[in-house]
């Protein structure tokens, strides 16, 4: 979001294999961004670049 009030409307985790290894890294990217409605996409992965783990998540903006 863009730093305003937030509520989750929905958020789905898939979790595709362990995260093994010494970091993990967030990658999150936003699908739409709007008025009232934004949905962000958050792939998780290994120091090998492996995908560990996959979110996406949809949020309301409570400030209109």
Do not use: C, H, M, W
Not at 3 to 31: E, L
């Amino acid at each position: 979001t863009n730093g305003g009030n937030v509520v989750t409307i929905d958020s789905t985790i898939s979790y595709i294999k362990p995260a093994k290894g010494n970091r993990i890294t967030a990658k999150a990217s936003a699908i739409k961004t709007g008025k009232t409605i934004s949905v962000f996409e958050v792939q998780i992965i290994n120091e090998k670049e492996d995908l560990v783990a996959k979110a996406t998540i949809t949020f309301y903006n409570i400030e209109n």
